[in-house]
């Protein structure tokens, strides 16, 4: 969604209201719950306050932590790099700040891949995270 915010330009009152329109089940229920407290703490929710609060929500800081050390310690093992890497890009989001830049990112990747894989991916060096995982997984194809 926030893709989509950023090429219509919204503000933040329109995009609280896009993505609340979106809730269903409990998220709904949360948010009908929840508004008029946001509201009073924040008269004008910015979109930075208000995915503080959702997410504070349904990711305490205690499921957060978790999930940090899940995605530090994680290892591609006998895993595919296609299901390594969708492990890796739904534990990223809770990765350190630290390591979101792109090319960090590229490094943390191959640094645990299979050691097969990984030599090869390494000597190129290449420079984005997208690459490191194409190359890898042409190299995956090749074995």
Known sequence: M?????VLRCTDEDKIKC????FRGEADSWWQSTEDNI????PNPTWGQFTKTFLGNYFPQSF??????EFMSLTQGPKS?????????EL???????MKPDAVKARKF???LRPSINTFV???NFPTYTEVVQAAKVIEDKQ
Do not use: G, M, N, S
Not at 19 to 22: I, L, P, S, Y
Not at 39 to 42: G, K, S, T, V
Not at 64 to 69: H, N, P
């Open 64 to 69: 957060c932590d978790q999930k940090e050390i």
């Open 19 to 22: 993505a609340t329109f979106q």
């Open 122 to 124: 390494v000597l190129h």
């Open 2 to 6: 926030e893709r989509v915010f950023e």
């Open 81 to 89: 790099v296609l299901e390594y890497q969708q492990i890796f890009e």
């Open 39 to 42: 509201r009073q703490l924040y």
């Open 92 to 98: 990223f989001y809770f990765a350190p700040k630290h």
């Open 110 to 112: 191959e640094k645990v």
